[in-house]
């Protein structure tokens, strides 16, 4: 598994909070880190910014001929259905293992961890926070997937890594986790309002329902004019990084 890793100069000093950002469909370590535009403002607010691969890759792990699934399509689950079951353990990776070795090599707190991410990323970030919430503090999202167990998308990959019976679907989908999670922090999600995917895929209302049935305190932003490109991220990046720092410091 290959990663990027921005350390801030406070890391001179000793070791910073982390954000992990988990990118969307198709993405790899690279897109945040490149497009994005945060390492300025993660410099000024001492952050560290950890953005792992979407998927397992390499010439031994199974694959599709399909862009939205297989490598570069990890969907961030721990995968129990052949081919995939052998390495796409993304969850695993995400939650338990990576912070574990970025904490052994680098100075950054592993105590002291936020996620964030987009698309695929931002349903990742989600059930990640959802899952775990004694081991993440802060958490947002842009244009998450927010139900995969009721859109396209998720109906594909979620078959295909967890088979048909659509019972085992629901500890990952955050619209059914946010029933029974213990998270109570505040959560930023960001979303264009001319997004292609909005309505087919991405249907952040029924985000919207579920936390505020369980009590999740969310900001959901409707962004007009907006669509799912990294043009929108970068233009409220800033205010997710300040939204992380406050829960961080």
């Known amino acids: 598994m290959r990663f990027g890793l921005y350390l801030p100069p406070a890391a001179e000093k000793g070791p ?116 775990h919430p004694d081991r993440f503090r802060s958490l947002s999202a842009f244009a998450p997937i927010v139900a995969p167990s009721a859109v396209p998308w998720g109906h594909k990959a979620l078959g295909a890594y967890l088979g048909p019976d659509r019972a085992a679907w629901a500890d990952w989908d955050a619209c059914t986790l946010a029933h029974s999670t213990a998270w109570r922090g505040p959560i930023l999600v960001d979303q264009g309002s001319d997004d292609g995917f909005l309505a087919t895929q991405l249907q952040p209302e029924r985000l919207a329902r579920a936390c505020a049935a369980a009590g999740i305190p969310l900001k959901l932003r409707m962004q007009a004019g907006y669509d799912h490109s990294y043009f929108f991220i970068s233009t409220f990046i800033e205010e997710h990084l300040r939204h992380h720092a406050a829960a961080l410091r």
């Open 16 to 131: 910073v909070p982390t954000l992990i950002f988990l990118s969307g469909l198709t993405c790899t370590e690279d897109n945040f880190i490149q497009k994005a535009g945060a390492q300025r403002v993660a410099a000024e607010l001492g952050l560290a910014l950890l953005a792992p691969d979407t998927s397992p890759r390499g010439p031994g792990v199974a694959d599709d001929a399909g862009w939205d699934l297989g490598q570069g399509a990890g969907f961030y689950v721990n995968a129990t259905e052949a081919p995939w079951a052998a390495h796409y353990q993304m969850q695993t990776y995400v939650a338990d293992e990576l912070p574990a070795l970025a904490s052994l090599h680098f100075p950054v707190d592993g105590a002291r961890l936020g996620i964030f991410g987009h698309s695929m990323g931002g349903h990742g970030a989600l059930i990640t926070a959802f899952r």
